[in-house]
Antibody
């Protein structure tokens, strides 16, 4: 069974960089699939941030593209998110997730981590 | 940017049927968008229900079904249960390899 767990600081100062890591167990991330990040502001809907393919190719939400970068650490089965120049609107629960390459199903999710942008 | 549209809220009586829809601000939804549906209850991560328009994810009860209705993707719940009260999100797969979430539908079972 695939398990995913987000880690990183729960508070980030405005204008600084948010950095999160997702640790995957039960599946080798270089074996296939897309590995993605999704966020949800408190009380609001879900937003796809982007994903990184097992080959290292990245796909970013155009609205966040200028500020987002993702990377993989395949020996550790981890992948990471960096979001630069954060503002209050970036306060959200951040989920890591696995998306199927063929069927596009987001089948496994982390439990989510709340990141608050402080002024 | 293309917006994925969903009804903000819906209600259904226990045992009843309800169809939630997922559209595009411009154009029609087809199987080429690989419509998928997710259920989220308070405090929990979303759970996959339907993928590739009408395939049920593992362990999902057969009262959940997906389809294309007209120019939209649809999620139908037949025989709604109290535990089906949740937020439902559709996701469409777009050119460029990104997934786009709809705004979500809050379903009340009462």
């Amino acid at each position: 069974q695939v398990q995913m767990q987000e880690s990183g600081p729960g508070v980030v100062k405005a204008s600084e960089t948010l950095s999160l890591t997702c640790s995957v167990s039960g599946y080798a991330i270089n074996f296939g699939h897309h590995w993605g990040w999704i966020r949800q502001p408190p009380g609001k809907g879900l937003e796809w941030i982007g994903s990184i393919h097992h080959t290292g190719i990245t796909y970013y939400n155009p609205s966040l593209k200028r500020r987002v970068s993702m990377s993989m650490d395949t020996p550790r089965d981890q992948f990471s998110l960096k979001l630069t120049s954060v503002v209050a609107a970036d306060t959200a629960i951040y989920y890591c997730a696995r998306r199927g390459a063929g069927n596009k199903l987001i089948d496994f999710w982390g439990q989510g981590i709340l990141v608050t942008v402080s002024s | 940017q293309t917006v994925v549209t969903q009804e903000p809220s819906f209600s259904v009586a226990p045992g009843g049927a309800v169809t939630l829809t997922c559209g595009l601000s411009s154009g029609s939804v087809s199987i080429n968008y690989y419509p998928s549906w997710y259920q989220q209850t308070p405090g929990q991560a979303p759970r996959a229900l339907i993928y590739s328009t009408n395939s049920r994810s593992s362990g999902v009860p057969d009262r959940f079904s997906g389809s294309i209705l007209g120019n939209k993707a649809a999620l139908t719940i037949t025989g709604a249960q109290p535990e089906d009260e949740a937020d439902y999100y559709c996701v469409l797969y777009m050119a460029g390899g990104i997934s786009v979430f709809g705004g979500g539908t809050k379903l009340t079972v009462l």
